[in-house]
């Protein structure tokens, strides 16, 4: 997610500084996926915060093309799992959302690569693909040459 967005995030939710600060892999990396999910984030943080305004986000990315977050909130069991229920719901919304522009998506794979993304985003990556790695230049199996007459 690109840094404005993020900046955004953290300027409204406290728990997100004191988890950078943490040392963990989400205050090296931040919130690893799309900008799409944006809005799902904002909306999964603030449910979190309700329940508990102390937890720690320990890392946050797109994961087998759906959102996948770890966090710490201390020893309390219940708070645990209501937090997880909250989580899973969300990990399971994320699978219906465009991770790079919000609208409605679905898994797509592109050369095995696993994305939710719309239709037009998922042509885009498609031809991004296609552009960046050419199927004449693999290396294997090399690419039979066809005569065309
Ligand atoms: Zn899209």
């Not at 300027?11 to 799309?34: N, Q, V």
């Not at 020893?75 to 919304?93: A, C, G, N, P, R």
Request: charged share 35%.
């Amino acid at each position: 997610m690109r840094k404005e967005l993020q900046d955004k995030l953290f300027k409204k939710y406290k728990f997100l500084e004191k988890s950078a600060e943490a040392g963990t892999m989400f205050s090296a990396c931040g919130i690893e996926c799309g900008d799409g999910w944006f809005d799902l984030i904002d909306h999964l943080f603030a449910e979190m915060e309700e329940i508990s305004p102390e937890i720690l986000i320990t890392q946050m990315k797109s994961k087998f093309a759906s959102l996948d977050l770890n966090f710490n909130c201390g020893t309390d069991l219940e708070k645990f799992i209501s937090l997880s229920v909250i989580v899973d719901e969300y990990t399971e919304k994320s699978k219906w959302i465009c991770e790079n522009c919000g609208k409605p998506g679905s898994l797509r794979s592109i050369r095995g690569w696993l994305k939710t993304l719309c239709d037009k985003d998922y042509r885009k990556e498609e031809d991004e693909m296609n552009t960046m790695f050419p199927l004449e230049d693999r290396i294997f199996p090399k690419p039979k040459k066809e005569k065309i007459e």
